[in-house]
């Protein structure tokens, strides 16, 4: 075969025509591989073919390290070449050795099986020859990848030479093909990204396959709505990233495909929102077409509901934007449509006939849904599309003319006139309003009163009549408050509508809350209601926003030098501004949310060495705030988290021994059980007086906490005790406590235990002046009985500090140690103090034994100095002393009778008592007294 081709006897190597036919035809012919290589080493012994041959001759001895070698050998050879234009040889061009490579590879992979030809193709692509192939559009990269999935799959066997071809792409095709009928779309999305061609049509075919196994489900044709399956063919599309107009084209196909009016609605919205995302979305009629196949399945869809509520039924949709709504800052700039027009076609409702009147109702309850969902130029468009109108939709473009300064209160027209002079309808809320906000501009006035400094721009007479005109609205409710309040902004901040409008809603806000108008929070409010912002985003912001403030109070933003004497009004200043922040609360239903981003900025403030304090008090504003929004929202547990980071918190500030603004903490936090340790804090540092210093709120929770802690752990402490009744006026209160610790003090003193020590001594001083000090206390609240009670308590204790050397014990005596110590004690005072004290009365017993058997006329003289001697105490005494048998009666007992007689002032008695006691002398005295008249009056009463 070869020598058809050699020149006839001449030496000389084949011309580079005659070796391409020869090679060729070997190859495509014959697949006489090996033979070609024989003939190359013949004629061109240093052809780069040689190095290709070799690698698919160890291909089949699975020499896959030496096919590798060789392929890279090859792949050095061809750039040679490349560069030079020519072999050495000058035999073949590089153009030639391309296109025969090309032919040995595709003769090489159709021959050998499957598992060499997916070899092969691998070692191929990782010799990176596809720079080699470029010219021909041979990618090894891709035939690998392709004949890979085929390999894997088991799939039909793939046309191998067409692989190594510029034709390649369409066995790809026909692989993603086989794919798609075998359900593997993400092995075909794989494939098709890998071989740079549109994964979207996978996608797609995926769709139409899970279309058609859901309508083959019984259940299918039992439900109108299949919204939820249509929302998951959305999301795919999201997810897989498709162009819009293969989405737009298969959902508008869908659309018209479907039965269901619901699914028609659904699937002619997606459209439409796709379309609108396409590049020629408005370079053709797409848009309106698809705009009004919605409108069309809307509108049918609202006749065939005859029990339907009517368009005169009052928004349920007039809380808070939900976040899914995406509200489009210029429906609310639209100066193109004319109210007037608008009006002309409300005008024409009357005239219509009872079938189209039918449909002028299903469009004006489109409208209301629109306007409902802030679509004021799709309501717009419908109105002006099917020639119908509605008093709501005239409102709304009322506002936003006199919010653009297009249209004055005086030259409005007459119907809307009249229309601002009706009375406003009733709105109904419904029971699914956003769980976060429910607040309306009408209910701000609850939480914000109006202040006097508002009226500058809360009387413009635009925003008087669009409040007003706002609120006959049944539908469209939401839209007229964003215009309202963002026009009362405006006129607030002294900008255009139009700048407010078009501002992002954090931006605004912030500018807002960081103004010093005293309106700022309502403002907030009113703007916050009417803004389709996420519950935990709107938080953050303001958690962000009040601790950006706060800390530029502080200076810790080097906005200002703050020095060490200004540092107080700092302080201040920081905590005034908390306070008004509170108001923020009352923005929240939830207020957890709100409550965990305070909280979660206040742990990010770092305490390092320098500004301690002001950062602490930056800390300690956003940790009462927090607290405040938990407490609202009767969280427990995120009262707890705030409770262990203010007693982190209340370490720091005792460090730098800022305890002012430890007392600030306890006292707006106000959980004074939990909080202790502050109480112990301050006593330790001897700055428990801070509780009440001047300014400070005489709060009764205080009070019940303060005497609580101080009836726990500070029960003898009367000095501050006597602070704590002055501040509060809690004297009987405070005096009961120093009481009741003294008392117990004192019932700890047993007789039998009593000895004369210093410890005991110091105990009795300790017991006597909180007796003595609750005792002055009840005289300044007027509790007198008590004091009294304390006064003989006192007398008491300091009576046993004076006889405790002698071993006398008279505290906690029993009743009948009680009675021996009157009846028996001879001294006086000593004596009485143990009687008043105890509140017992044994003198008569004591009379006895101390004055008329023992004669201490000593304490016959003290007794009569302080307490009465009555002439039945006499009596009772002069009883005793005759029954006494075991005393043998005197002269000197006479005597002290006589001066015991002395003191009844009763004649009578003391005649009686004389004559039992035979004191005849003291008798015939009395009778003769007062020259017998004395004496008379005795005798009658005696007899």
Known sequence: MAAEYMEPHSGRYLSRHAAVGVISLAVEKYNKLQLVKTGLRIFMRNCCLISLLNAIEELSQQQFFIVSTSLNQFKSSMKKIALSGSSEENTLTFTQLVDLSVLIIQSCIQHVNSFLCERFLHLLDEANLFTIFENKRVNFSYAYKVYKVAYDLHLPAVDRSKLISYQYID????????????????????????????????????????????????????????????????????????????????????ATLSSSLPDKIKLGEYALKWMKQAPTAFESNNLHRLQKLVWQSQIDYLLSKKDSVDETTPSESSGRP????????????????????????????????????????????????????????????????????????????????????????????????????????????????????????????????????????????????????????????????????????????????????????????????????????????????TCSLSDSDIASFLASNVTNSLRALAGLDDKMDVTTDSTPVVVEECMKAGKEYKQLIQLFVDQTIFGESLLEQATTISIDDSDVKLKLVVKLELLILSHDAYSCAYDMEGISRVLRACRTCA????????????????????????????????????????????????????????????????????????????????????????????????????????????????????????????????????????????????????????????????????????????????????????????????????????????????????????LPLTSSLITEVVQRFQLRTDVTRTSHMNSHLKKLLFYCKDVVSKYKLAQSLGLTELTKELLTADNGQLGAAIRDSVL
């Open 322 to 529: 939900s976040v899914s709504v995406s509200i489009d800052k210029t429906q609310f700039l639209l100066s193109q449509y004319k109210y007037e027009d608008f009006l002309k076609l409300l005008e024409k409702r009357d005239d219509s006939s009872t079938s189209s009147k039918e449909v002028d109702v299903a469009v004006q309850k489109l409208i209301g849904q629109l306007l409902d969902e802030f679509q004021v130029d799709e309501a717009c468009q419908v109105s002006m599309e099917y020639g119908c109108a509605t008093q709501d939709l005239v409102v709304v473009l009322v506002c936003m003319g006199m919010a653009m300064k297009l249209l004055d209160p005086a030259n409005l027209d007459e119907k809307v006139k009249s229309l601002y002079a009706m009375q406003s309808p009733v709105k109904r809320r419904s029971a699914s309003l956003s769980q976060s906000y429910l607040l309306t501009v009408s209910s701000v006035e609850n939480y914000f009163p109006a202040r006097e400094d508002d009226s500058p721009f809360q009387s413009d007479e635009n925003l008087v009549y669009m409040r007003k005109l706002s609120g006959k609205c049944r539908h469209g409710v939401m839209p007229c408050e964003k215009i309202v309040s963002c026009y009362a902004i405006a006129l607030a901040l002294k900008q255009s509508y139009r700048e407010v409008m078009l501002q992002s809603e954090y931006s605004l806000l912030k500018q807002l809350l960081n103004s010093n108008l005293s309106s700022r929070f309502e403002l907030a409010l009113e703007y916050i209601n």
């Open 651 to 866: 370490a720091q500030i005792a460090e730098v021994s800022h305890y002012p603004l430890m007392v600030h903490m306890l006292i707006e936090i106000g959980r004074f059980s939990e909080m202790t340790y502050i109480f112990d804090t301050l006593k330790q540092n001897h700055q428990f007086e801070l509780l009440f210093r001047k300014g400070m709120p005489k709060d009764s929770k205080l009070k019940l906490a303060v005497l609580d802690y101080l009836r726990r752990f500070c029960p003898g402490d009367s000095d501050i005790y006597r602070v704590v009744s002055s501040h509060f006026a809690m004297y009987r209160e405070i005096a009961q406590l120093l009481e009741q610790s003294a008392l117990k003090k004192l019932r700890k003193l047993k007789p039998s235990t009593m000895k004369h020590t210093d410890q005991l001594s110091s105990q009795l001083t300790d017991i006597q002046k909180n007796l003595t000090d609750a005792a002055e206390i009840y005289i300044e609240g007027q509790c007198l009985r008590h004091a009294q009670s304390c006064i003989k308590q006192a007398r008491l204790v300091f009576l046993q500090h004076s006889l405790v050397s002698s071993g006398v014990h008279v505290i906690n005596l029993e009743p009948a140690d009680v009675k021996s110590f009157i009846e028996h004690h001879d001294k006086f005072y000593e004596t009485y103090t143990v009687s008043d004290a105890y509140n017992k009365n044994f003198w008569a017993a004591a009379l006895c034994n101390n004055v008329l058997i023992r004669g201490d006329l000593k304490f016959l003289s003290e007794f009569s100095k302080t």
């Open 171 to 254: 066995e790809v095709k026909y692989v993603i093909q086989l794919l798609e009928s075998r359900k593997e779309f993400n092995k075909a999305r794989q494939l098709s990204l890998s071989c740079d061609l549109d994964p979207g049509l996978v996608t797609v075919q995926e769709l139409i396959s899970d279309v058609q196994h859901m309508k083959a489900q019984p259940l299918w044709s039992l439900h109108e709505d299949h919204s939820s399956f249509w929302k998951q063919c959305y999301d795919k599309c999201v997810k897989y990233d498709v162009e819009a107009e293969k989405c737009s084209t298969f959902f508008e196909t869908q």
